[in-house]
């Protein structure tokens, strides 16, 4: 039972380009978070997605960020036209529940971005 | 504005020793409190968790107390091990709410053999 998988590992981009990080939840979870470590600071919520909806996009950026996350196939986010301030660590997590208490999530081993 | 709060950036403990990790929070309305354990280049990996109405939660080595009064927590490890060695997050959520975690900013833990 493979985990939470995220590709790729790491990411290079030259500004002005787009960057695509997907996300395959654990077998049998229907939810996905995706969460953003920047450097020195811990994790930040961007945005919860089930199948096919977005449930809460408070924390994505208004602009350039985009996610979503299809019947078929892994979680995308997407980053348009990047710049500096992207570079981060991007972190999926999936749960079987929404809600999940008590530890529910399992996170994956994250995506590395670089902006150059 | 930074609801869960982590103020201690390192801890350096010998082995053998307890290890005290803390955290504060803003917010009264939290309802569970997670710990998570992380690796460089690794995704973050759950430990223990307490909900808001208890004050203790004890899984083998890994201890969490929880001060409702005090808004503060904290994560005990007795005995530390040098594989203790990690940056610890301090996570809380809204069972409410759609199960978003806020994160403290870290604490990195270092456990001297």
């Known amino acids: 039972n493979a985990g939470v998988m995220q590709n790729p590992r790491h990411l290079v981009r030259r500004r002005g380009q787009e960057a695509r990080l997907r996300c395959s939840p654990m077998?049998?979870?229907?939810?996905v978070y995706w969460y953003r470590q920047l450097p020195e600071e811990g994790l930040k919520f961007m945005v919860y997605?089930?199948?096919?909806?977005?449930?809460?996009e408070s924390g994505m950026p208004k602009e350039r960020f985009s996610a979503e996350f299809p019947k078929e196939g892994p979680s995308i986010l997407r980053i348009q036209q990047v710049v500096r301030g992207d570079s981060a660590a991007y972190f999926c997590?999936?749960?079987?529940?929404?809600?999940?208490?008590?530890?529910?999530?399992?996170f994956g081993s994250g995506t590395r971005l670089t902006v150059v | 504005d930074q609801q869960v709060k982590q103020n201690s950036p390192s801890l350096s403990v010998q082995e053998g020793r307890i290890s005290i990790l803390n955290c504060d929070y803003t917010?009264?309305?939290?309802?569970?409190f997670l710990w998570y354990k992380k690796y460089p280049a690794e995704g973050p990996t759950f430990l223990i968790s307490i909900s808001s109405i208890k004050d203790k939660n004890e899984d083998g080595r890994f201890t969490v107390f929880l001060n409702k009064s005090a808004k503060h927590l904290s994560l005990h490890i007795v005995p530390s091990q040098p594989g203790d060695s990690a940056v610890y997050f301090c996570?809380?959520?809204?069972?409410?709410?759609?199960?978003?975690?806020?994160f403290g900013q870290g604490t990195t833990l270092q456990v001297k053999p």
């Open positions: 996570a809380a959520l809204f069972s409410s709410n759609t199960g978003k975690l806020i």
């Open positions: 997605l089930q199948k096919e909806n977005i449930i809460d």
């Open positions: 077998k049998g979870h229907s939810h």
């Open positions: 997590a999936s749960s079987p529940l929404d809600r999940p208490q008590g530890g529910g999530y399992t």
């Open positions: 917010n009264s309305m939290f309802d569970y």
